[in-house]
């Protein structure tokens, strides 16, 4: 079945540091990809996504390209600020089968940014 | 506001309980989701709506978990019989259409759910 690896947290980073997120899939079909972010006491929101291979999605100074090769998602940012500090949530939908409408998250990264 | 909305917040449940939990989505929203994230986990598919009818309910962990949404727009995620494991966020999500290639899924805050 389709799943989702995330790297394991937590990462703490300072202000202004570079930040990579790693994220690999594994997919019967053709997926979408997906990163959702949690600010805390707060719902889910997407934060970018990619349809097809080479797509590179970007939002708030974050980017990740569709590795179709590689299978991989990876999320970064160049200059991460304390208001990014969240937890940060790979995801795919699978479009073959008919199960467009259904994520598969990884299991989340929690990111702190100190100043 | 105009987002997706969840009640109660919090639930404590004793075990062996009934719950109801309920989720309002965006207006017009044609698609509606319930996940279960347990602690420390990502959210799992439970069950996805189009209007009023439930198109797919794989997810369900078993037959204490029922959902409807009667009228196509709330929808009440119910947990009859509650055990231990139920213990989780129950998140709800709304969606313009359903796939989500061409539309976003829009996330309520989410349940949490304690049995004790």
């Known amino acids: 079945g389709d799943s989702v690896t995330q790297m394991e947290g937590p990462v703490t980073l300072s202000e202004e540091a570079f930040l990579t997120i790693n994220c690999t899939y594994t997919?019967?079909?053709?997926?979408?990809l997906f990163w959702y972010v949690q600010y805390p006491g707060e719902g889910l929101q997407l934060l970018l996504k990619?349809?097809?291979?080479?797509d590179k999605g970007s939002n708030k100074g974050f980017e990740a390209t569709y590795r179709k090769e590689t299978t991989s998602f990876h999320l970064e940012k160049g200059s991460v600020q304390v208001s990014d500090s969240a937890v940060y949530f790979c995801?795919?939908?699978?479009?073959?089968?008919?199960?467009?409408?259904?994520?598969?998250f990884g299991k989340g990264t929690l990111l702190t940014v100190n100043p | 506001g105009a987002g997706v909305s969840q009640s109660p917040r919090y639930k404590v449940a004793k075990r062996g309980q009934d719950v109801a939990l309920r989720c309002d989505p965006i207006?017009?929203?044609?698609?509606l989701f319930w996940y279960q994230q347990a602690l420390g986990q990502g959210p799992e598919f439970l069950t996805y709506?189009?209007?009023?009818?439930?198109?797919?309910k794989s997810g369900l962990p078993s037959d204490r978990f029922f959902a409807e949404r009667p009228e196509g727009s709330v929808s009440t995620l119910k947990i009859q019989r509650t055990q231990q494991e139920d213990s989780a966020v129950y998140l709800c999500?709304?969606?313009?259409?359903?796939?989500?290639?061409?539309?976003?899924?829009?996330f309520g805050q989410g349940t949490r759910l304690t049995v004790v």
């Open positions: 999500a709304s969606s313009l259409l359903g796939h989500l290639m061409n539309t976003e899924a829009f």
């Open positions: 997919a019967t079909g053709y997926p979408s």
């Open positions: 990619a349809t097809k291979a080479d």
């Open positions: 995801a795919l939908s699978d479009i073959s089968g008919g199960s467009n409408y259904k994520l598969t």
């Open positions: 207006s017009g929203h044609v698609s």
């Open positions: 709506f189009q209007n009023e009818a439930q198109l797919d």
